[in-house]
């Protein structure tokens, strides 16, 4: 077939071509290229190409199953590296225009037919590749959604049984509503009101990142998270040791997301130590800003493990109760407020995770300064 004469233009040229396609995507104004794109996007789209010609040449069909699927497989292959739809649309057309403009240059004659038949393959290549490109997005964006909703299932549920458990301290009359455990009820119920007002409005704080700053006294939160661990320590048959830091220490963040993240951290250490160990809470002033520590009992892990813990659906424990949620929501939320979680083994001991974060403004300036 004719065809053949376009392919071994392509192939013999294909440097040519990859440099003058990268040249025509590096000003496209809109979409704008990306590095991945210049680099890798080009040349598999190119190879396709060709292959696709190779595969009209053998059967002359455009249309052929075979070609369906390489194109189909370049579109999911998109997806997997972040690229847009608009842009593996584009990237069909800058090929062809700069197979066209060498063929000009080097005064090559290839006949019509090969072009019209190289148009034939991309529109049939477009629209397979692009079809797979949306499924496989669609397939994503769904998968995100489901990890959204098992996080804020996540932490209605642990909300959820702190406020049973601090009713059910509550109802056995050993102490007063208005003490600490009643605080810690409150706090539960209150929580729960923001983290459904926050869900009514998920789409815009996603797509925003707003989050709600205040200021926030080390000690208060300390205070919060001790109450709520000495009530949890009771009821499991731990010990508890708290350093609350220094008086005075502030920080400006959202309270509600490091009070749950540090809660995820309390309440994985009461579950996973041994029983009778003990458990540490510790807040801790670091050059860049402050620290706050849970140390477990759980055994430590096993070697080359800290980085699993954080994966969502990953569970630790060997009774599998629960899925697995809780270290990834607590280091999210974490990083979406500037700091960062970690985990420290101890073999044979347990673990540390320590969670930092920045000081307020003022603050931190003026510990710098001094």
Known sequence: MVVHVLMNFIGYHRQEILARTRTRVALRMAPRPTETELEHGVPLFLDHLIEALAEH?????????????????????????????????????????????LAVDLDRRIPAEDFRTLNKCLDYAIAKAVTEFQRQHELRLSERENERTGFLAHELRDLLATATLSFHILKQGKVGIGGSTGAVLERCLKSLSVMIDRSLTSVQVVASGARAQERVLVSELMEELQVTATIEASNSGHRLEVSPGRPGLELETDRFAVASAMSNLVRNAFKFSKPGGTITLRALEVSDGLRIEVEDQCGG??????????????????????????????????RALGGDLAVRNLPGMGCIFSVELPLAMSLHAGLKRL
């Open 301 to 334: 892990l096993p070697p080359g493990k800290e980085g699993d813990l954080f994966k969502p659906f990953v569970q630790r424990g060997a009774d599998r109760s629960g899925v697995g949620l809780g270290l990834a929501i607590a280091r999210d939320g974490i």
């Open 57 to 101: 040449a053998a059967r002359g069909s455009e249309s052929d199953p075979k070609l369906g699927q390489v194109a189909a497989g370049h579109g999911a292959t998109r997806v997997r590296m972040g690229f847009t739809v608009d842009q593996l649309v584009h990237d069909y057309g800058d090929v062809c225009q700069a197979i066209t403009e």
